[in-house]
C-alpha cells in the first residue's frame, strides 16, 4: 500500500502565498507521476500539476506561471508552491501518487483564499 500525507492548507488572502507538501510512504516502488489536483465548492476534482520521476512537469493552464511543482526524491516527498493566489484557487487540495494501473490519494487540505 501506498500512504499520502498532505500539509500546508490554510487561509490566505488574494495575492498570497502557500506551500504544499506530501508525504509519499509505503510501497513506493514503481511511483512514477506524482501530482495535484483540486475539488473546488459544487466543482468536479481537476488537475493542478504532475512531475515525473524524471523530472518533466504539467501545470493546467489556470495556474501556468503561479503555481510550482517539484519532488525531493531523497524525502519522498511533493511540494507545490503556490503564487499570486487568487479566490478562485479556493479548494480541497489532494496529493496523488501513479503506478501503472494505480493512483494513489492523499486526504486532502483546504486553501481557502480571501478577496
Known amino acids: 500500500q501506498v500512504q499520502l500525507v498532505e500539509s500546508g492548507g490554510g487561509l490566505v488572502q488574494a495575492g498570497g502565498s502557500l506551500r504544499l507538501s506530501c508525504v509519499v510512504s509505503g510501497s513506493i516502488f514503481g511511483i512514477n507521476t506524482k501530482g495535484w489536483y483540486r475539488q473546488g465548492p459544487g466543482k468536479q476534482r481537476e488537475l493542478v500539476a504532475t512531475i515525473t520521476s524524471g523530472g518533466n512537469t504539467y501545470y493546467a493552464d489556470s495556474v501556468k506561471g503561479r503555481f510550482t511543482i517539484s519532488s525531493s526524491n531523497v524525502l519522498n516527498t511533493v511540494y507545490l508552491q503556490m503564487n499570486s493566489l487568487k479566490p478562485d484557487d479556493t479548494a480541497v487540495y489532494y496529493c496523488?501518487?501513479?503506478?501503472?494501473?494505480?493512483?494513489?490519494w492523499g486526504q486532502g487540505t483546504q486553501v481557502t483564499v480571501s478577496s
Open positions: 496523488a501518487a501513479d503506478r501503472v494501473g494505480t493512483r494513489y
